[in-house]
């Protein structure tokens, strides 16, 4: 299993794009463990959850890479306007987790309603993409 949280490649205090990254590294903080890392040569590339759905605060979207790839996990309102970017850089393979808050791209609570994960993988040897409905509740 592999999670690793990064943005732009650094970490920072705060919120951003819907990480609340301090909490994210207190989780494994005094566990010696920097990535928690393991690679497994059965997985395949593909969104596996996004839970709980519907949610108020907060959901977890797992994902997985069979290969070293730029990932995008963005998120998109009914309309296909684009509310926030989650993840937008390379990642190595293995099982990931990204937490949406529920908010957008400058940090402000979205309405309730219906909107889509979209999870789009590159790498030289492949192209996948694909989504998710989330449903946010008050």
């Known amino acids: 299993r592999?999670?690793?949280?990064?943005?732009?490649?650094?970490?920072s205090s705060g919120v951003y794009a819907g990480f609340d990254l301090d909490?994210?590294?207190?989780?494994?903080a005094g566990s010696g463990i920097d990535d928690l890392t393991g690679h497994d040569a059965a997985l395949t590339t593909k969104i596996r959850s996004a839970r709980p759905s519907p949610?108020?605060?907060?959901?977890?979207?797992?994902?997985?890479?069979?290969?070293?790839?730029?990932?995008?996990?963005?998120?998109?309102?009914?309309t296909g306007s684009l509310v926030t970017?989650?993840?937008?850089?390379?990642?190595d393979p293995g099982v990931h987790t990204a937490v949406w808050y529920a908010l957008d791209?400058?940090?402000?609570?979205?309405?309730?309603?219906?909107?889509?994960?979209?999870?789009t993988v590159?790498?030289?040897?492949?192209?996948?993409?694909?989504m998710e409905k989330v449903v946010v509740v008050r």
């Open 2 to 11: 592999y999670v690793r949280v990064q943005d732009d490649g650094s970490a």
């Open 23 to 28: 909490a994210i590294k207190g989780l494994y």
């Open 55 to 78: 949610f108020r605060r907060q959901t977890s979207i797992c994902y997985q890479l069979a290969v070293h790839a730029n990932v995008e996990l963005t998120i998109y309102d009914v």
């Open 85 to 91: 970017v989650l993840v937008n850089g390379m990642r």
């Open 105 to 119: 791209g400058l940090g402000r609570t979205v309405s309730p309603g219906i909107y889509f994960v979209r999870y």
């Open 122 to 130: 590159y790498s030289k040897d492949m192209n996948y993409d694909s």
